[in-house]
């Protein structure tokens, strides 16, 4: 191995075509710590707005840097201390977030305690695709939301990332699913479980659904303040842009409805991977990989995403 490694390099805020291929040196693993072969990295909405110097992890983000959180491969080495893996063991985890996760490498250091074992089923590329989004939807449902078998859930951009992870851990918890999606996706949300398939472009969710349980909402703004009518007294919505955090708007009318507001910010966890990998191997749970891209085409990575239309995830692979 040589101690230099590719790496997709950000020098300044802006646009994709910011993200350049450097070599730089290989990181080395300290106490605690494992260095790992990438193999794929997940690409999520948070990276592009990092990448353009919007929202937390860009504030404290020192560059040059490289982005990205995600991602799945095997143990190269092991930092004093560790005992939950082996070398050549591949492992899968949300790194570092929201501090950097330097993920768009071919080599990358990471904290042992925020990763698990990949499932022998499962590909680097949807293994890559899995933590970010999936970490996200557990801790909004179940976290936050205290959803419990036989409720109701309202998931908006069911067909999206965090939205289509969400739709199937909420039917393995034996909720009642109402999402919405685009015209396109409504085949995929039948296919994911979805009770109650909503195409977004033709109806109003709020004619046709009341008294929820909870509304995981990854969109914000309007969108938030309008699900406030569909939840019922002592329900929960849960935002997730934080973007919109405390705004007076949504925390005025929740209240005058009596529900309660949640805003969040995903934490890693071990534990909780081990946990998702558990689904993933049990076929419980089935991340959709919608394209993947070489290192080089990270730039293409990020616009795909930045369209915001994207079916499940980008994954880059190294």
């Known amino acids: 191995m040589s101690n230099l490694m590719r790496a997709a390099l950000l020098r300044e ?3 994709a075509s910011n993200l350049n291929i450097e070599r730089v040196p290989v990181p080395l693993p300290a106490t605690g710590q494992l260095l790992i072969k990438v193999r794929a990295a997940g690409v999520n909405p948070v990276d592009y707005k990092t990448r353009t110097g919007k929202g937390l992890p860009a504030k404290e983000l020192e560059l040059p840097a490289i982005l990205g959180w995600d991602l799945a491969g095997e143990v190269v080495s092991l930092g004093d201390g560790v005992s939950r893996f082996n070398r050549n063991e591949r492992v899968f985890g949300m790194s ?3 501090h950097t996760g330097q993920a ?3 080599y990358a250091i990471v904290q042992e305690d925020e990763f698990a074992l990949i499932p022998a089923s499962v590909s680097n590329e949807v293994a890559a695709a899995t933590p970010l989004a999936a970490l996200t939807a557990w801790e909004a449902l179940f976290d936050h939301g205290h959803l419990e078998a036989g409720q ?4 908006h951009a069911a067909a999206g990332g965090v939205g289509h992870i969400a ?3 909420a039917k393995w ?3 009642y699913v109402i999402g919405t999606a685009s015209q396109k996706n409504q085949g995929l949300l039948r296919e994911l479980g979805v009770d109650m ?3 977004y472009t033709a109806q109003d969710f709020t004619t046709g659904v009341k008294e929820l349980d909870v509304v995981l909402d990854g969109i914000g703004g309007e969108t938030s303040l309008r699900s406030i009518d569909v939840l019922k007294p002592g329900g929960v919505l849960v935002c997730l842009p934080s973007m919109y955090k405390d705004d007076p708007a949504i925390l005025a009318k929740a209240a005058e409805k009596g529900v309660t507001v949640k805003w969040m910010m995903v934490r890693p966890s071990g534990e909780r991977m081990e946990q998702l990998a558990g689904l993933l191997a049990a076929g419980d749970l089935k991340v959709k990989v919608d394209q993947t891209f070489p290192l080089e085409d990270v730039a293409k990575a990020h616009e795909a995403v930045e369209t915001g239309h994207v ?5 880059l692979v190294m």
């Open 96 to 98: 570092n977030f929201p």
């Open 167 to 169: 739709v199937q851990l």
């Open 197 to 199: 398939p909503l195409d």
């Open 173 to 175: 918890k034996g909720a």
């Open 152 to 155: 109701k859930i309202l998931i």
């Open 13 to 15: 805020f802006g646009p």
């Open 104 to 106: 768009y490498a071919e």
């Open 311 to 315: 079916t499940g995830k980008i994954v």
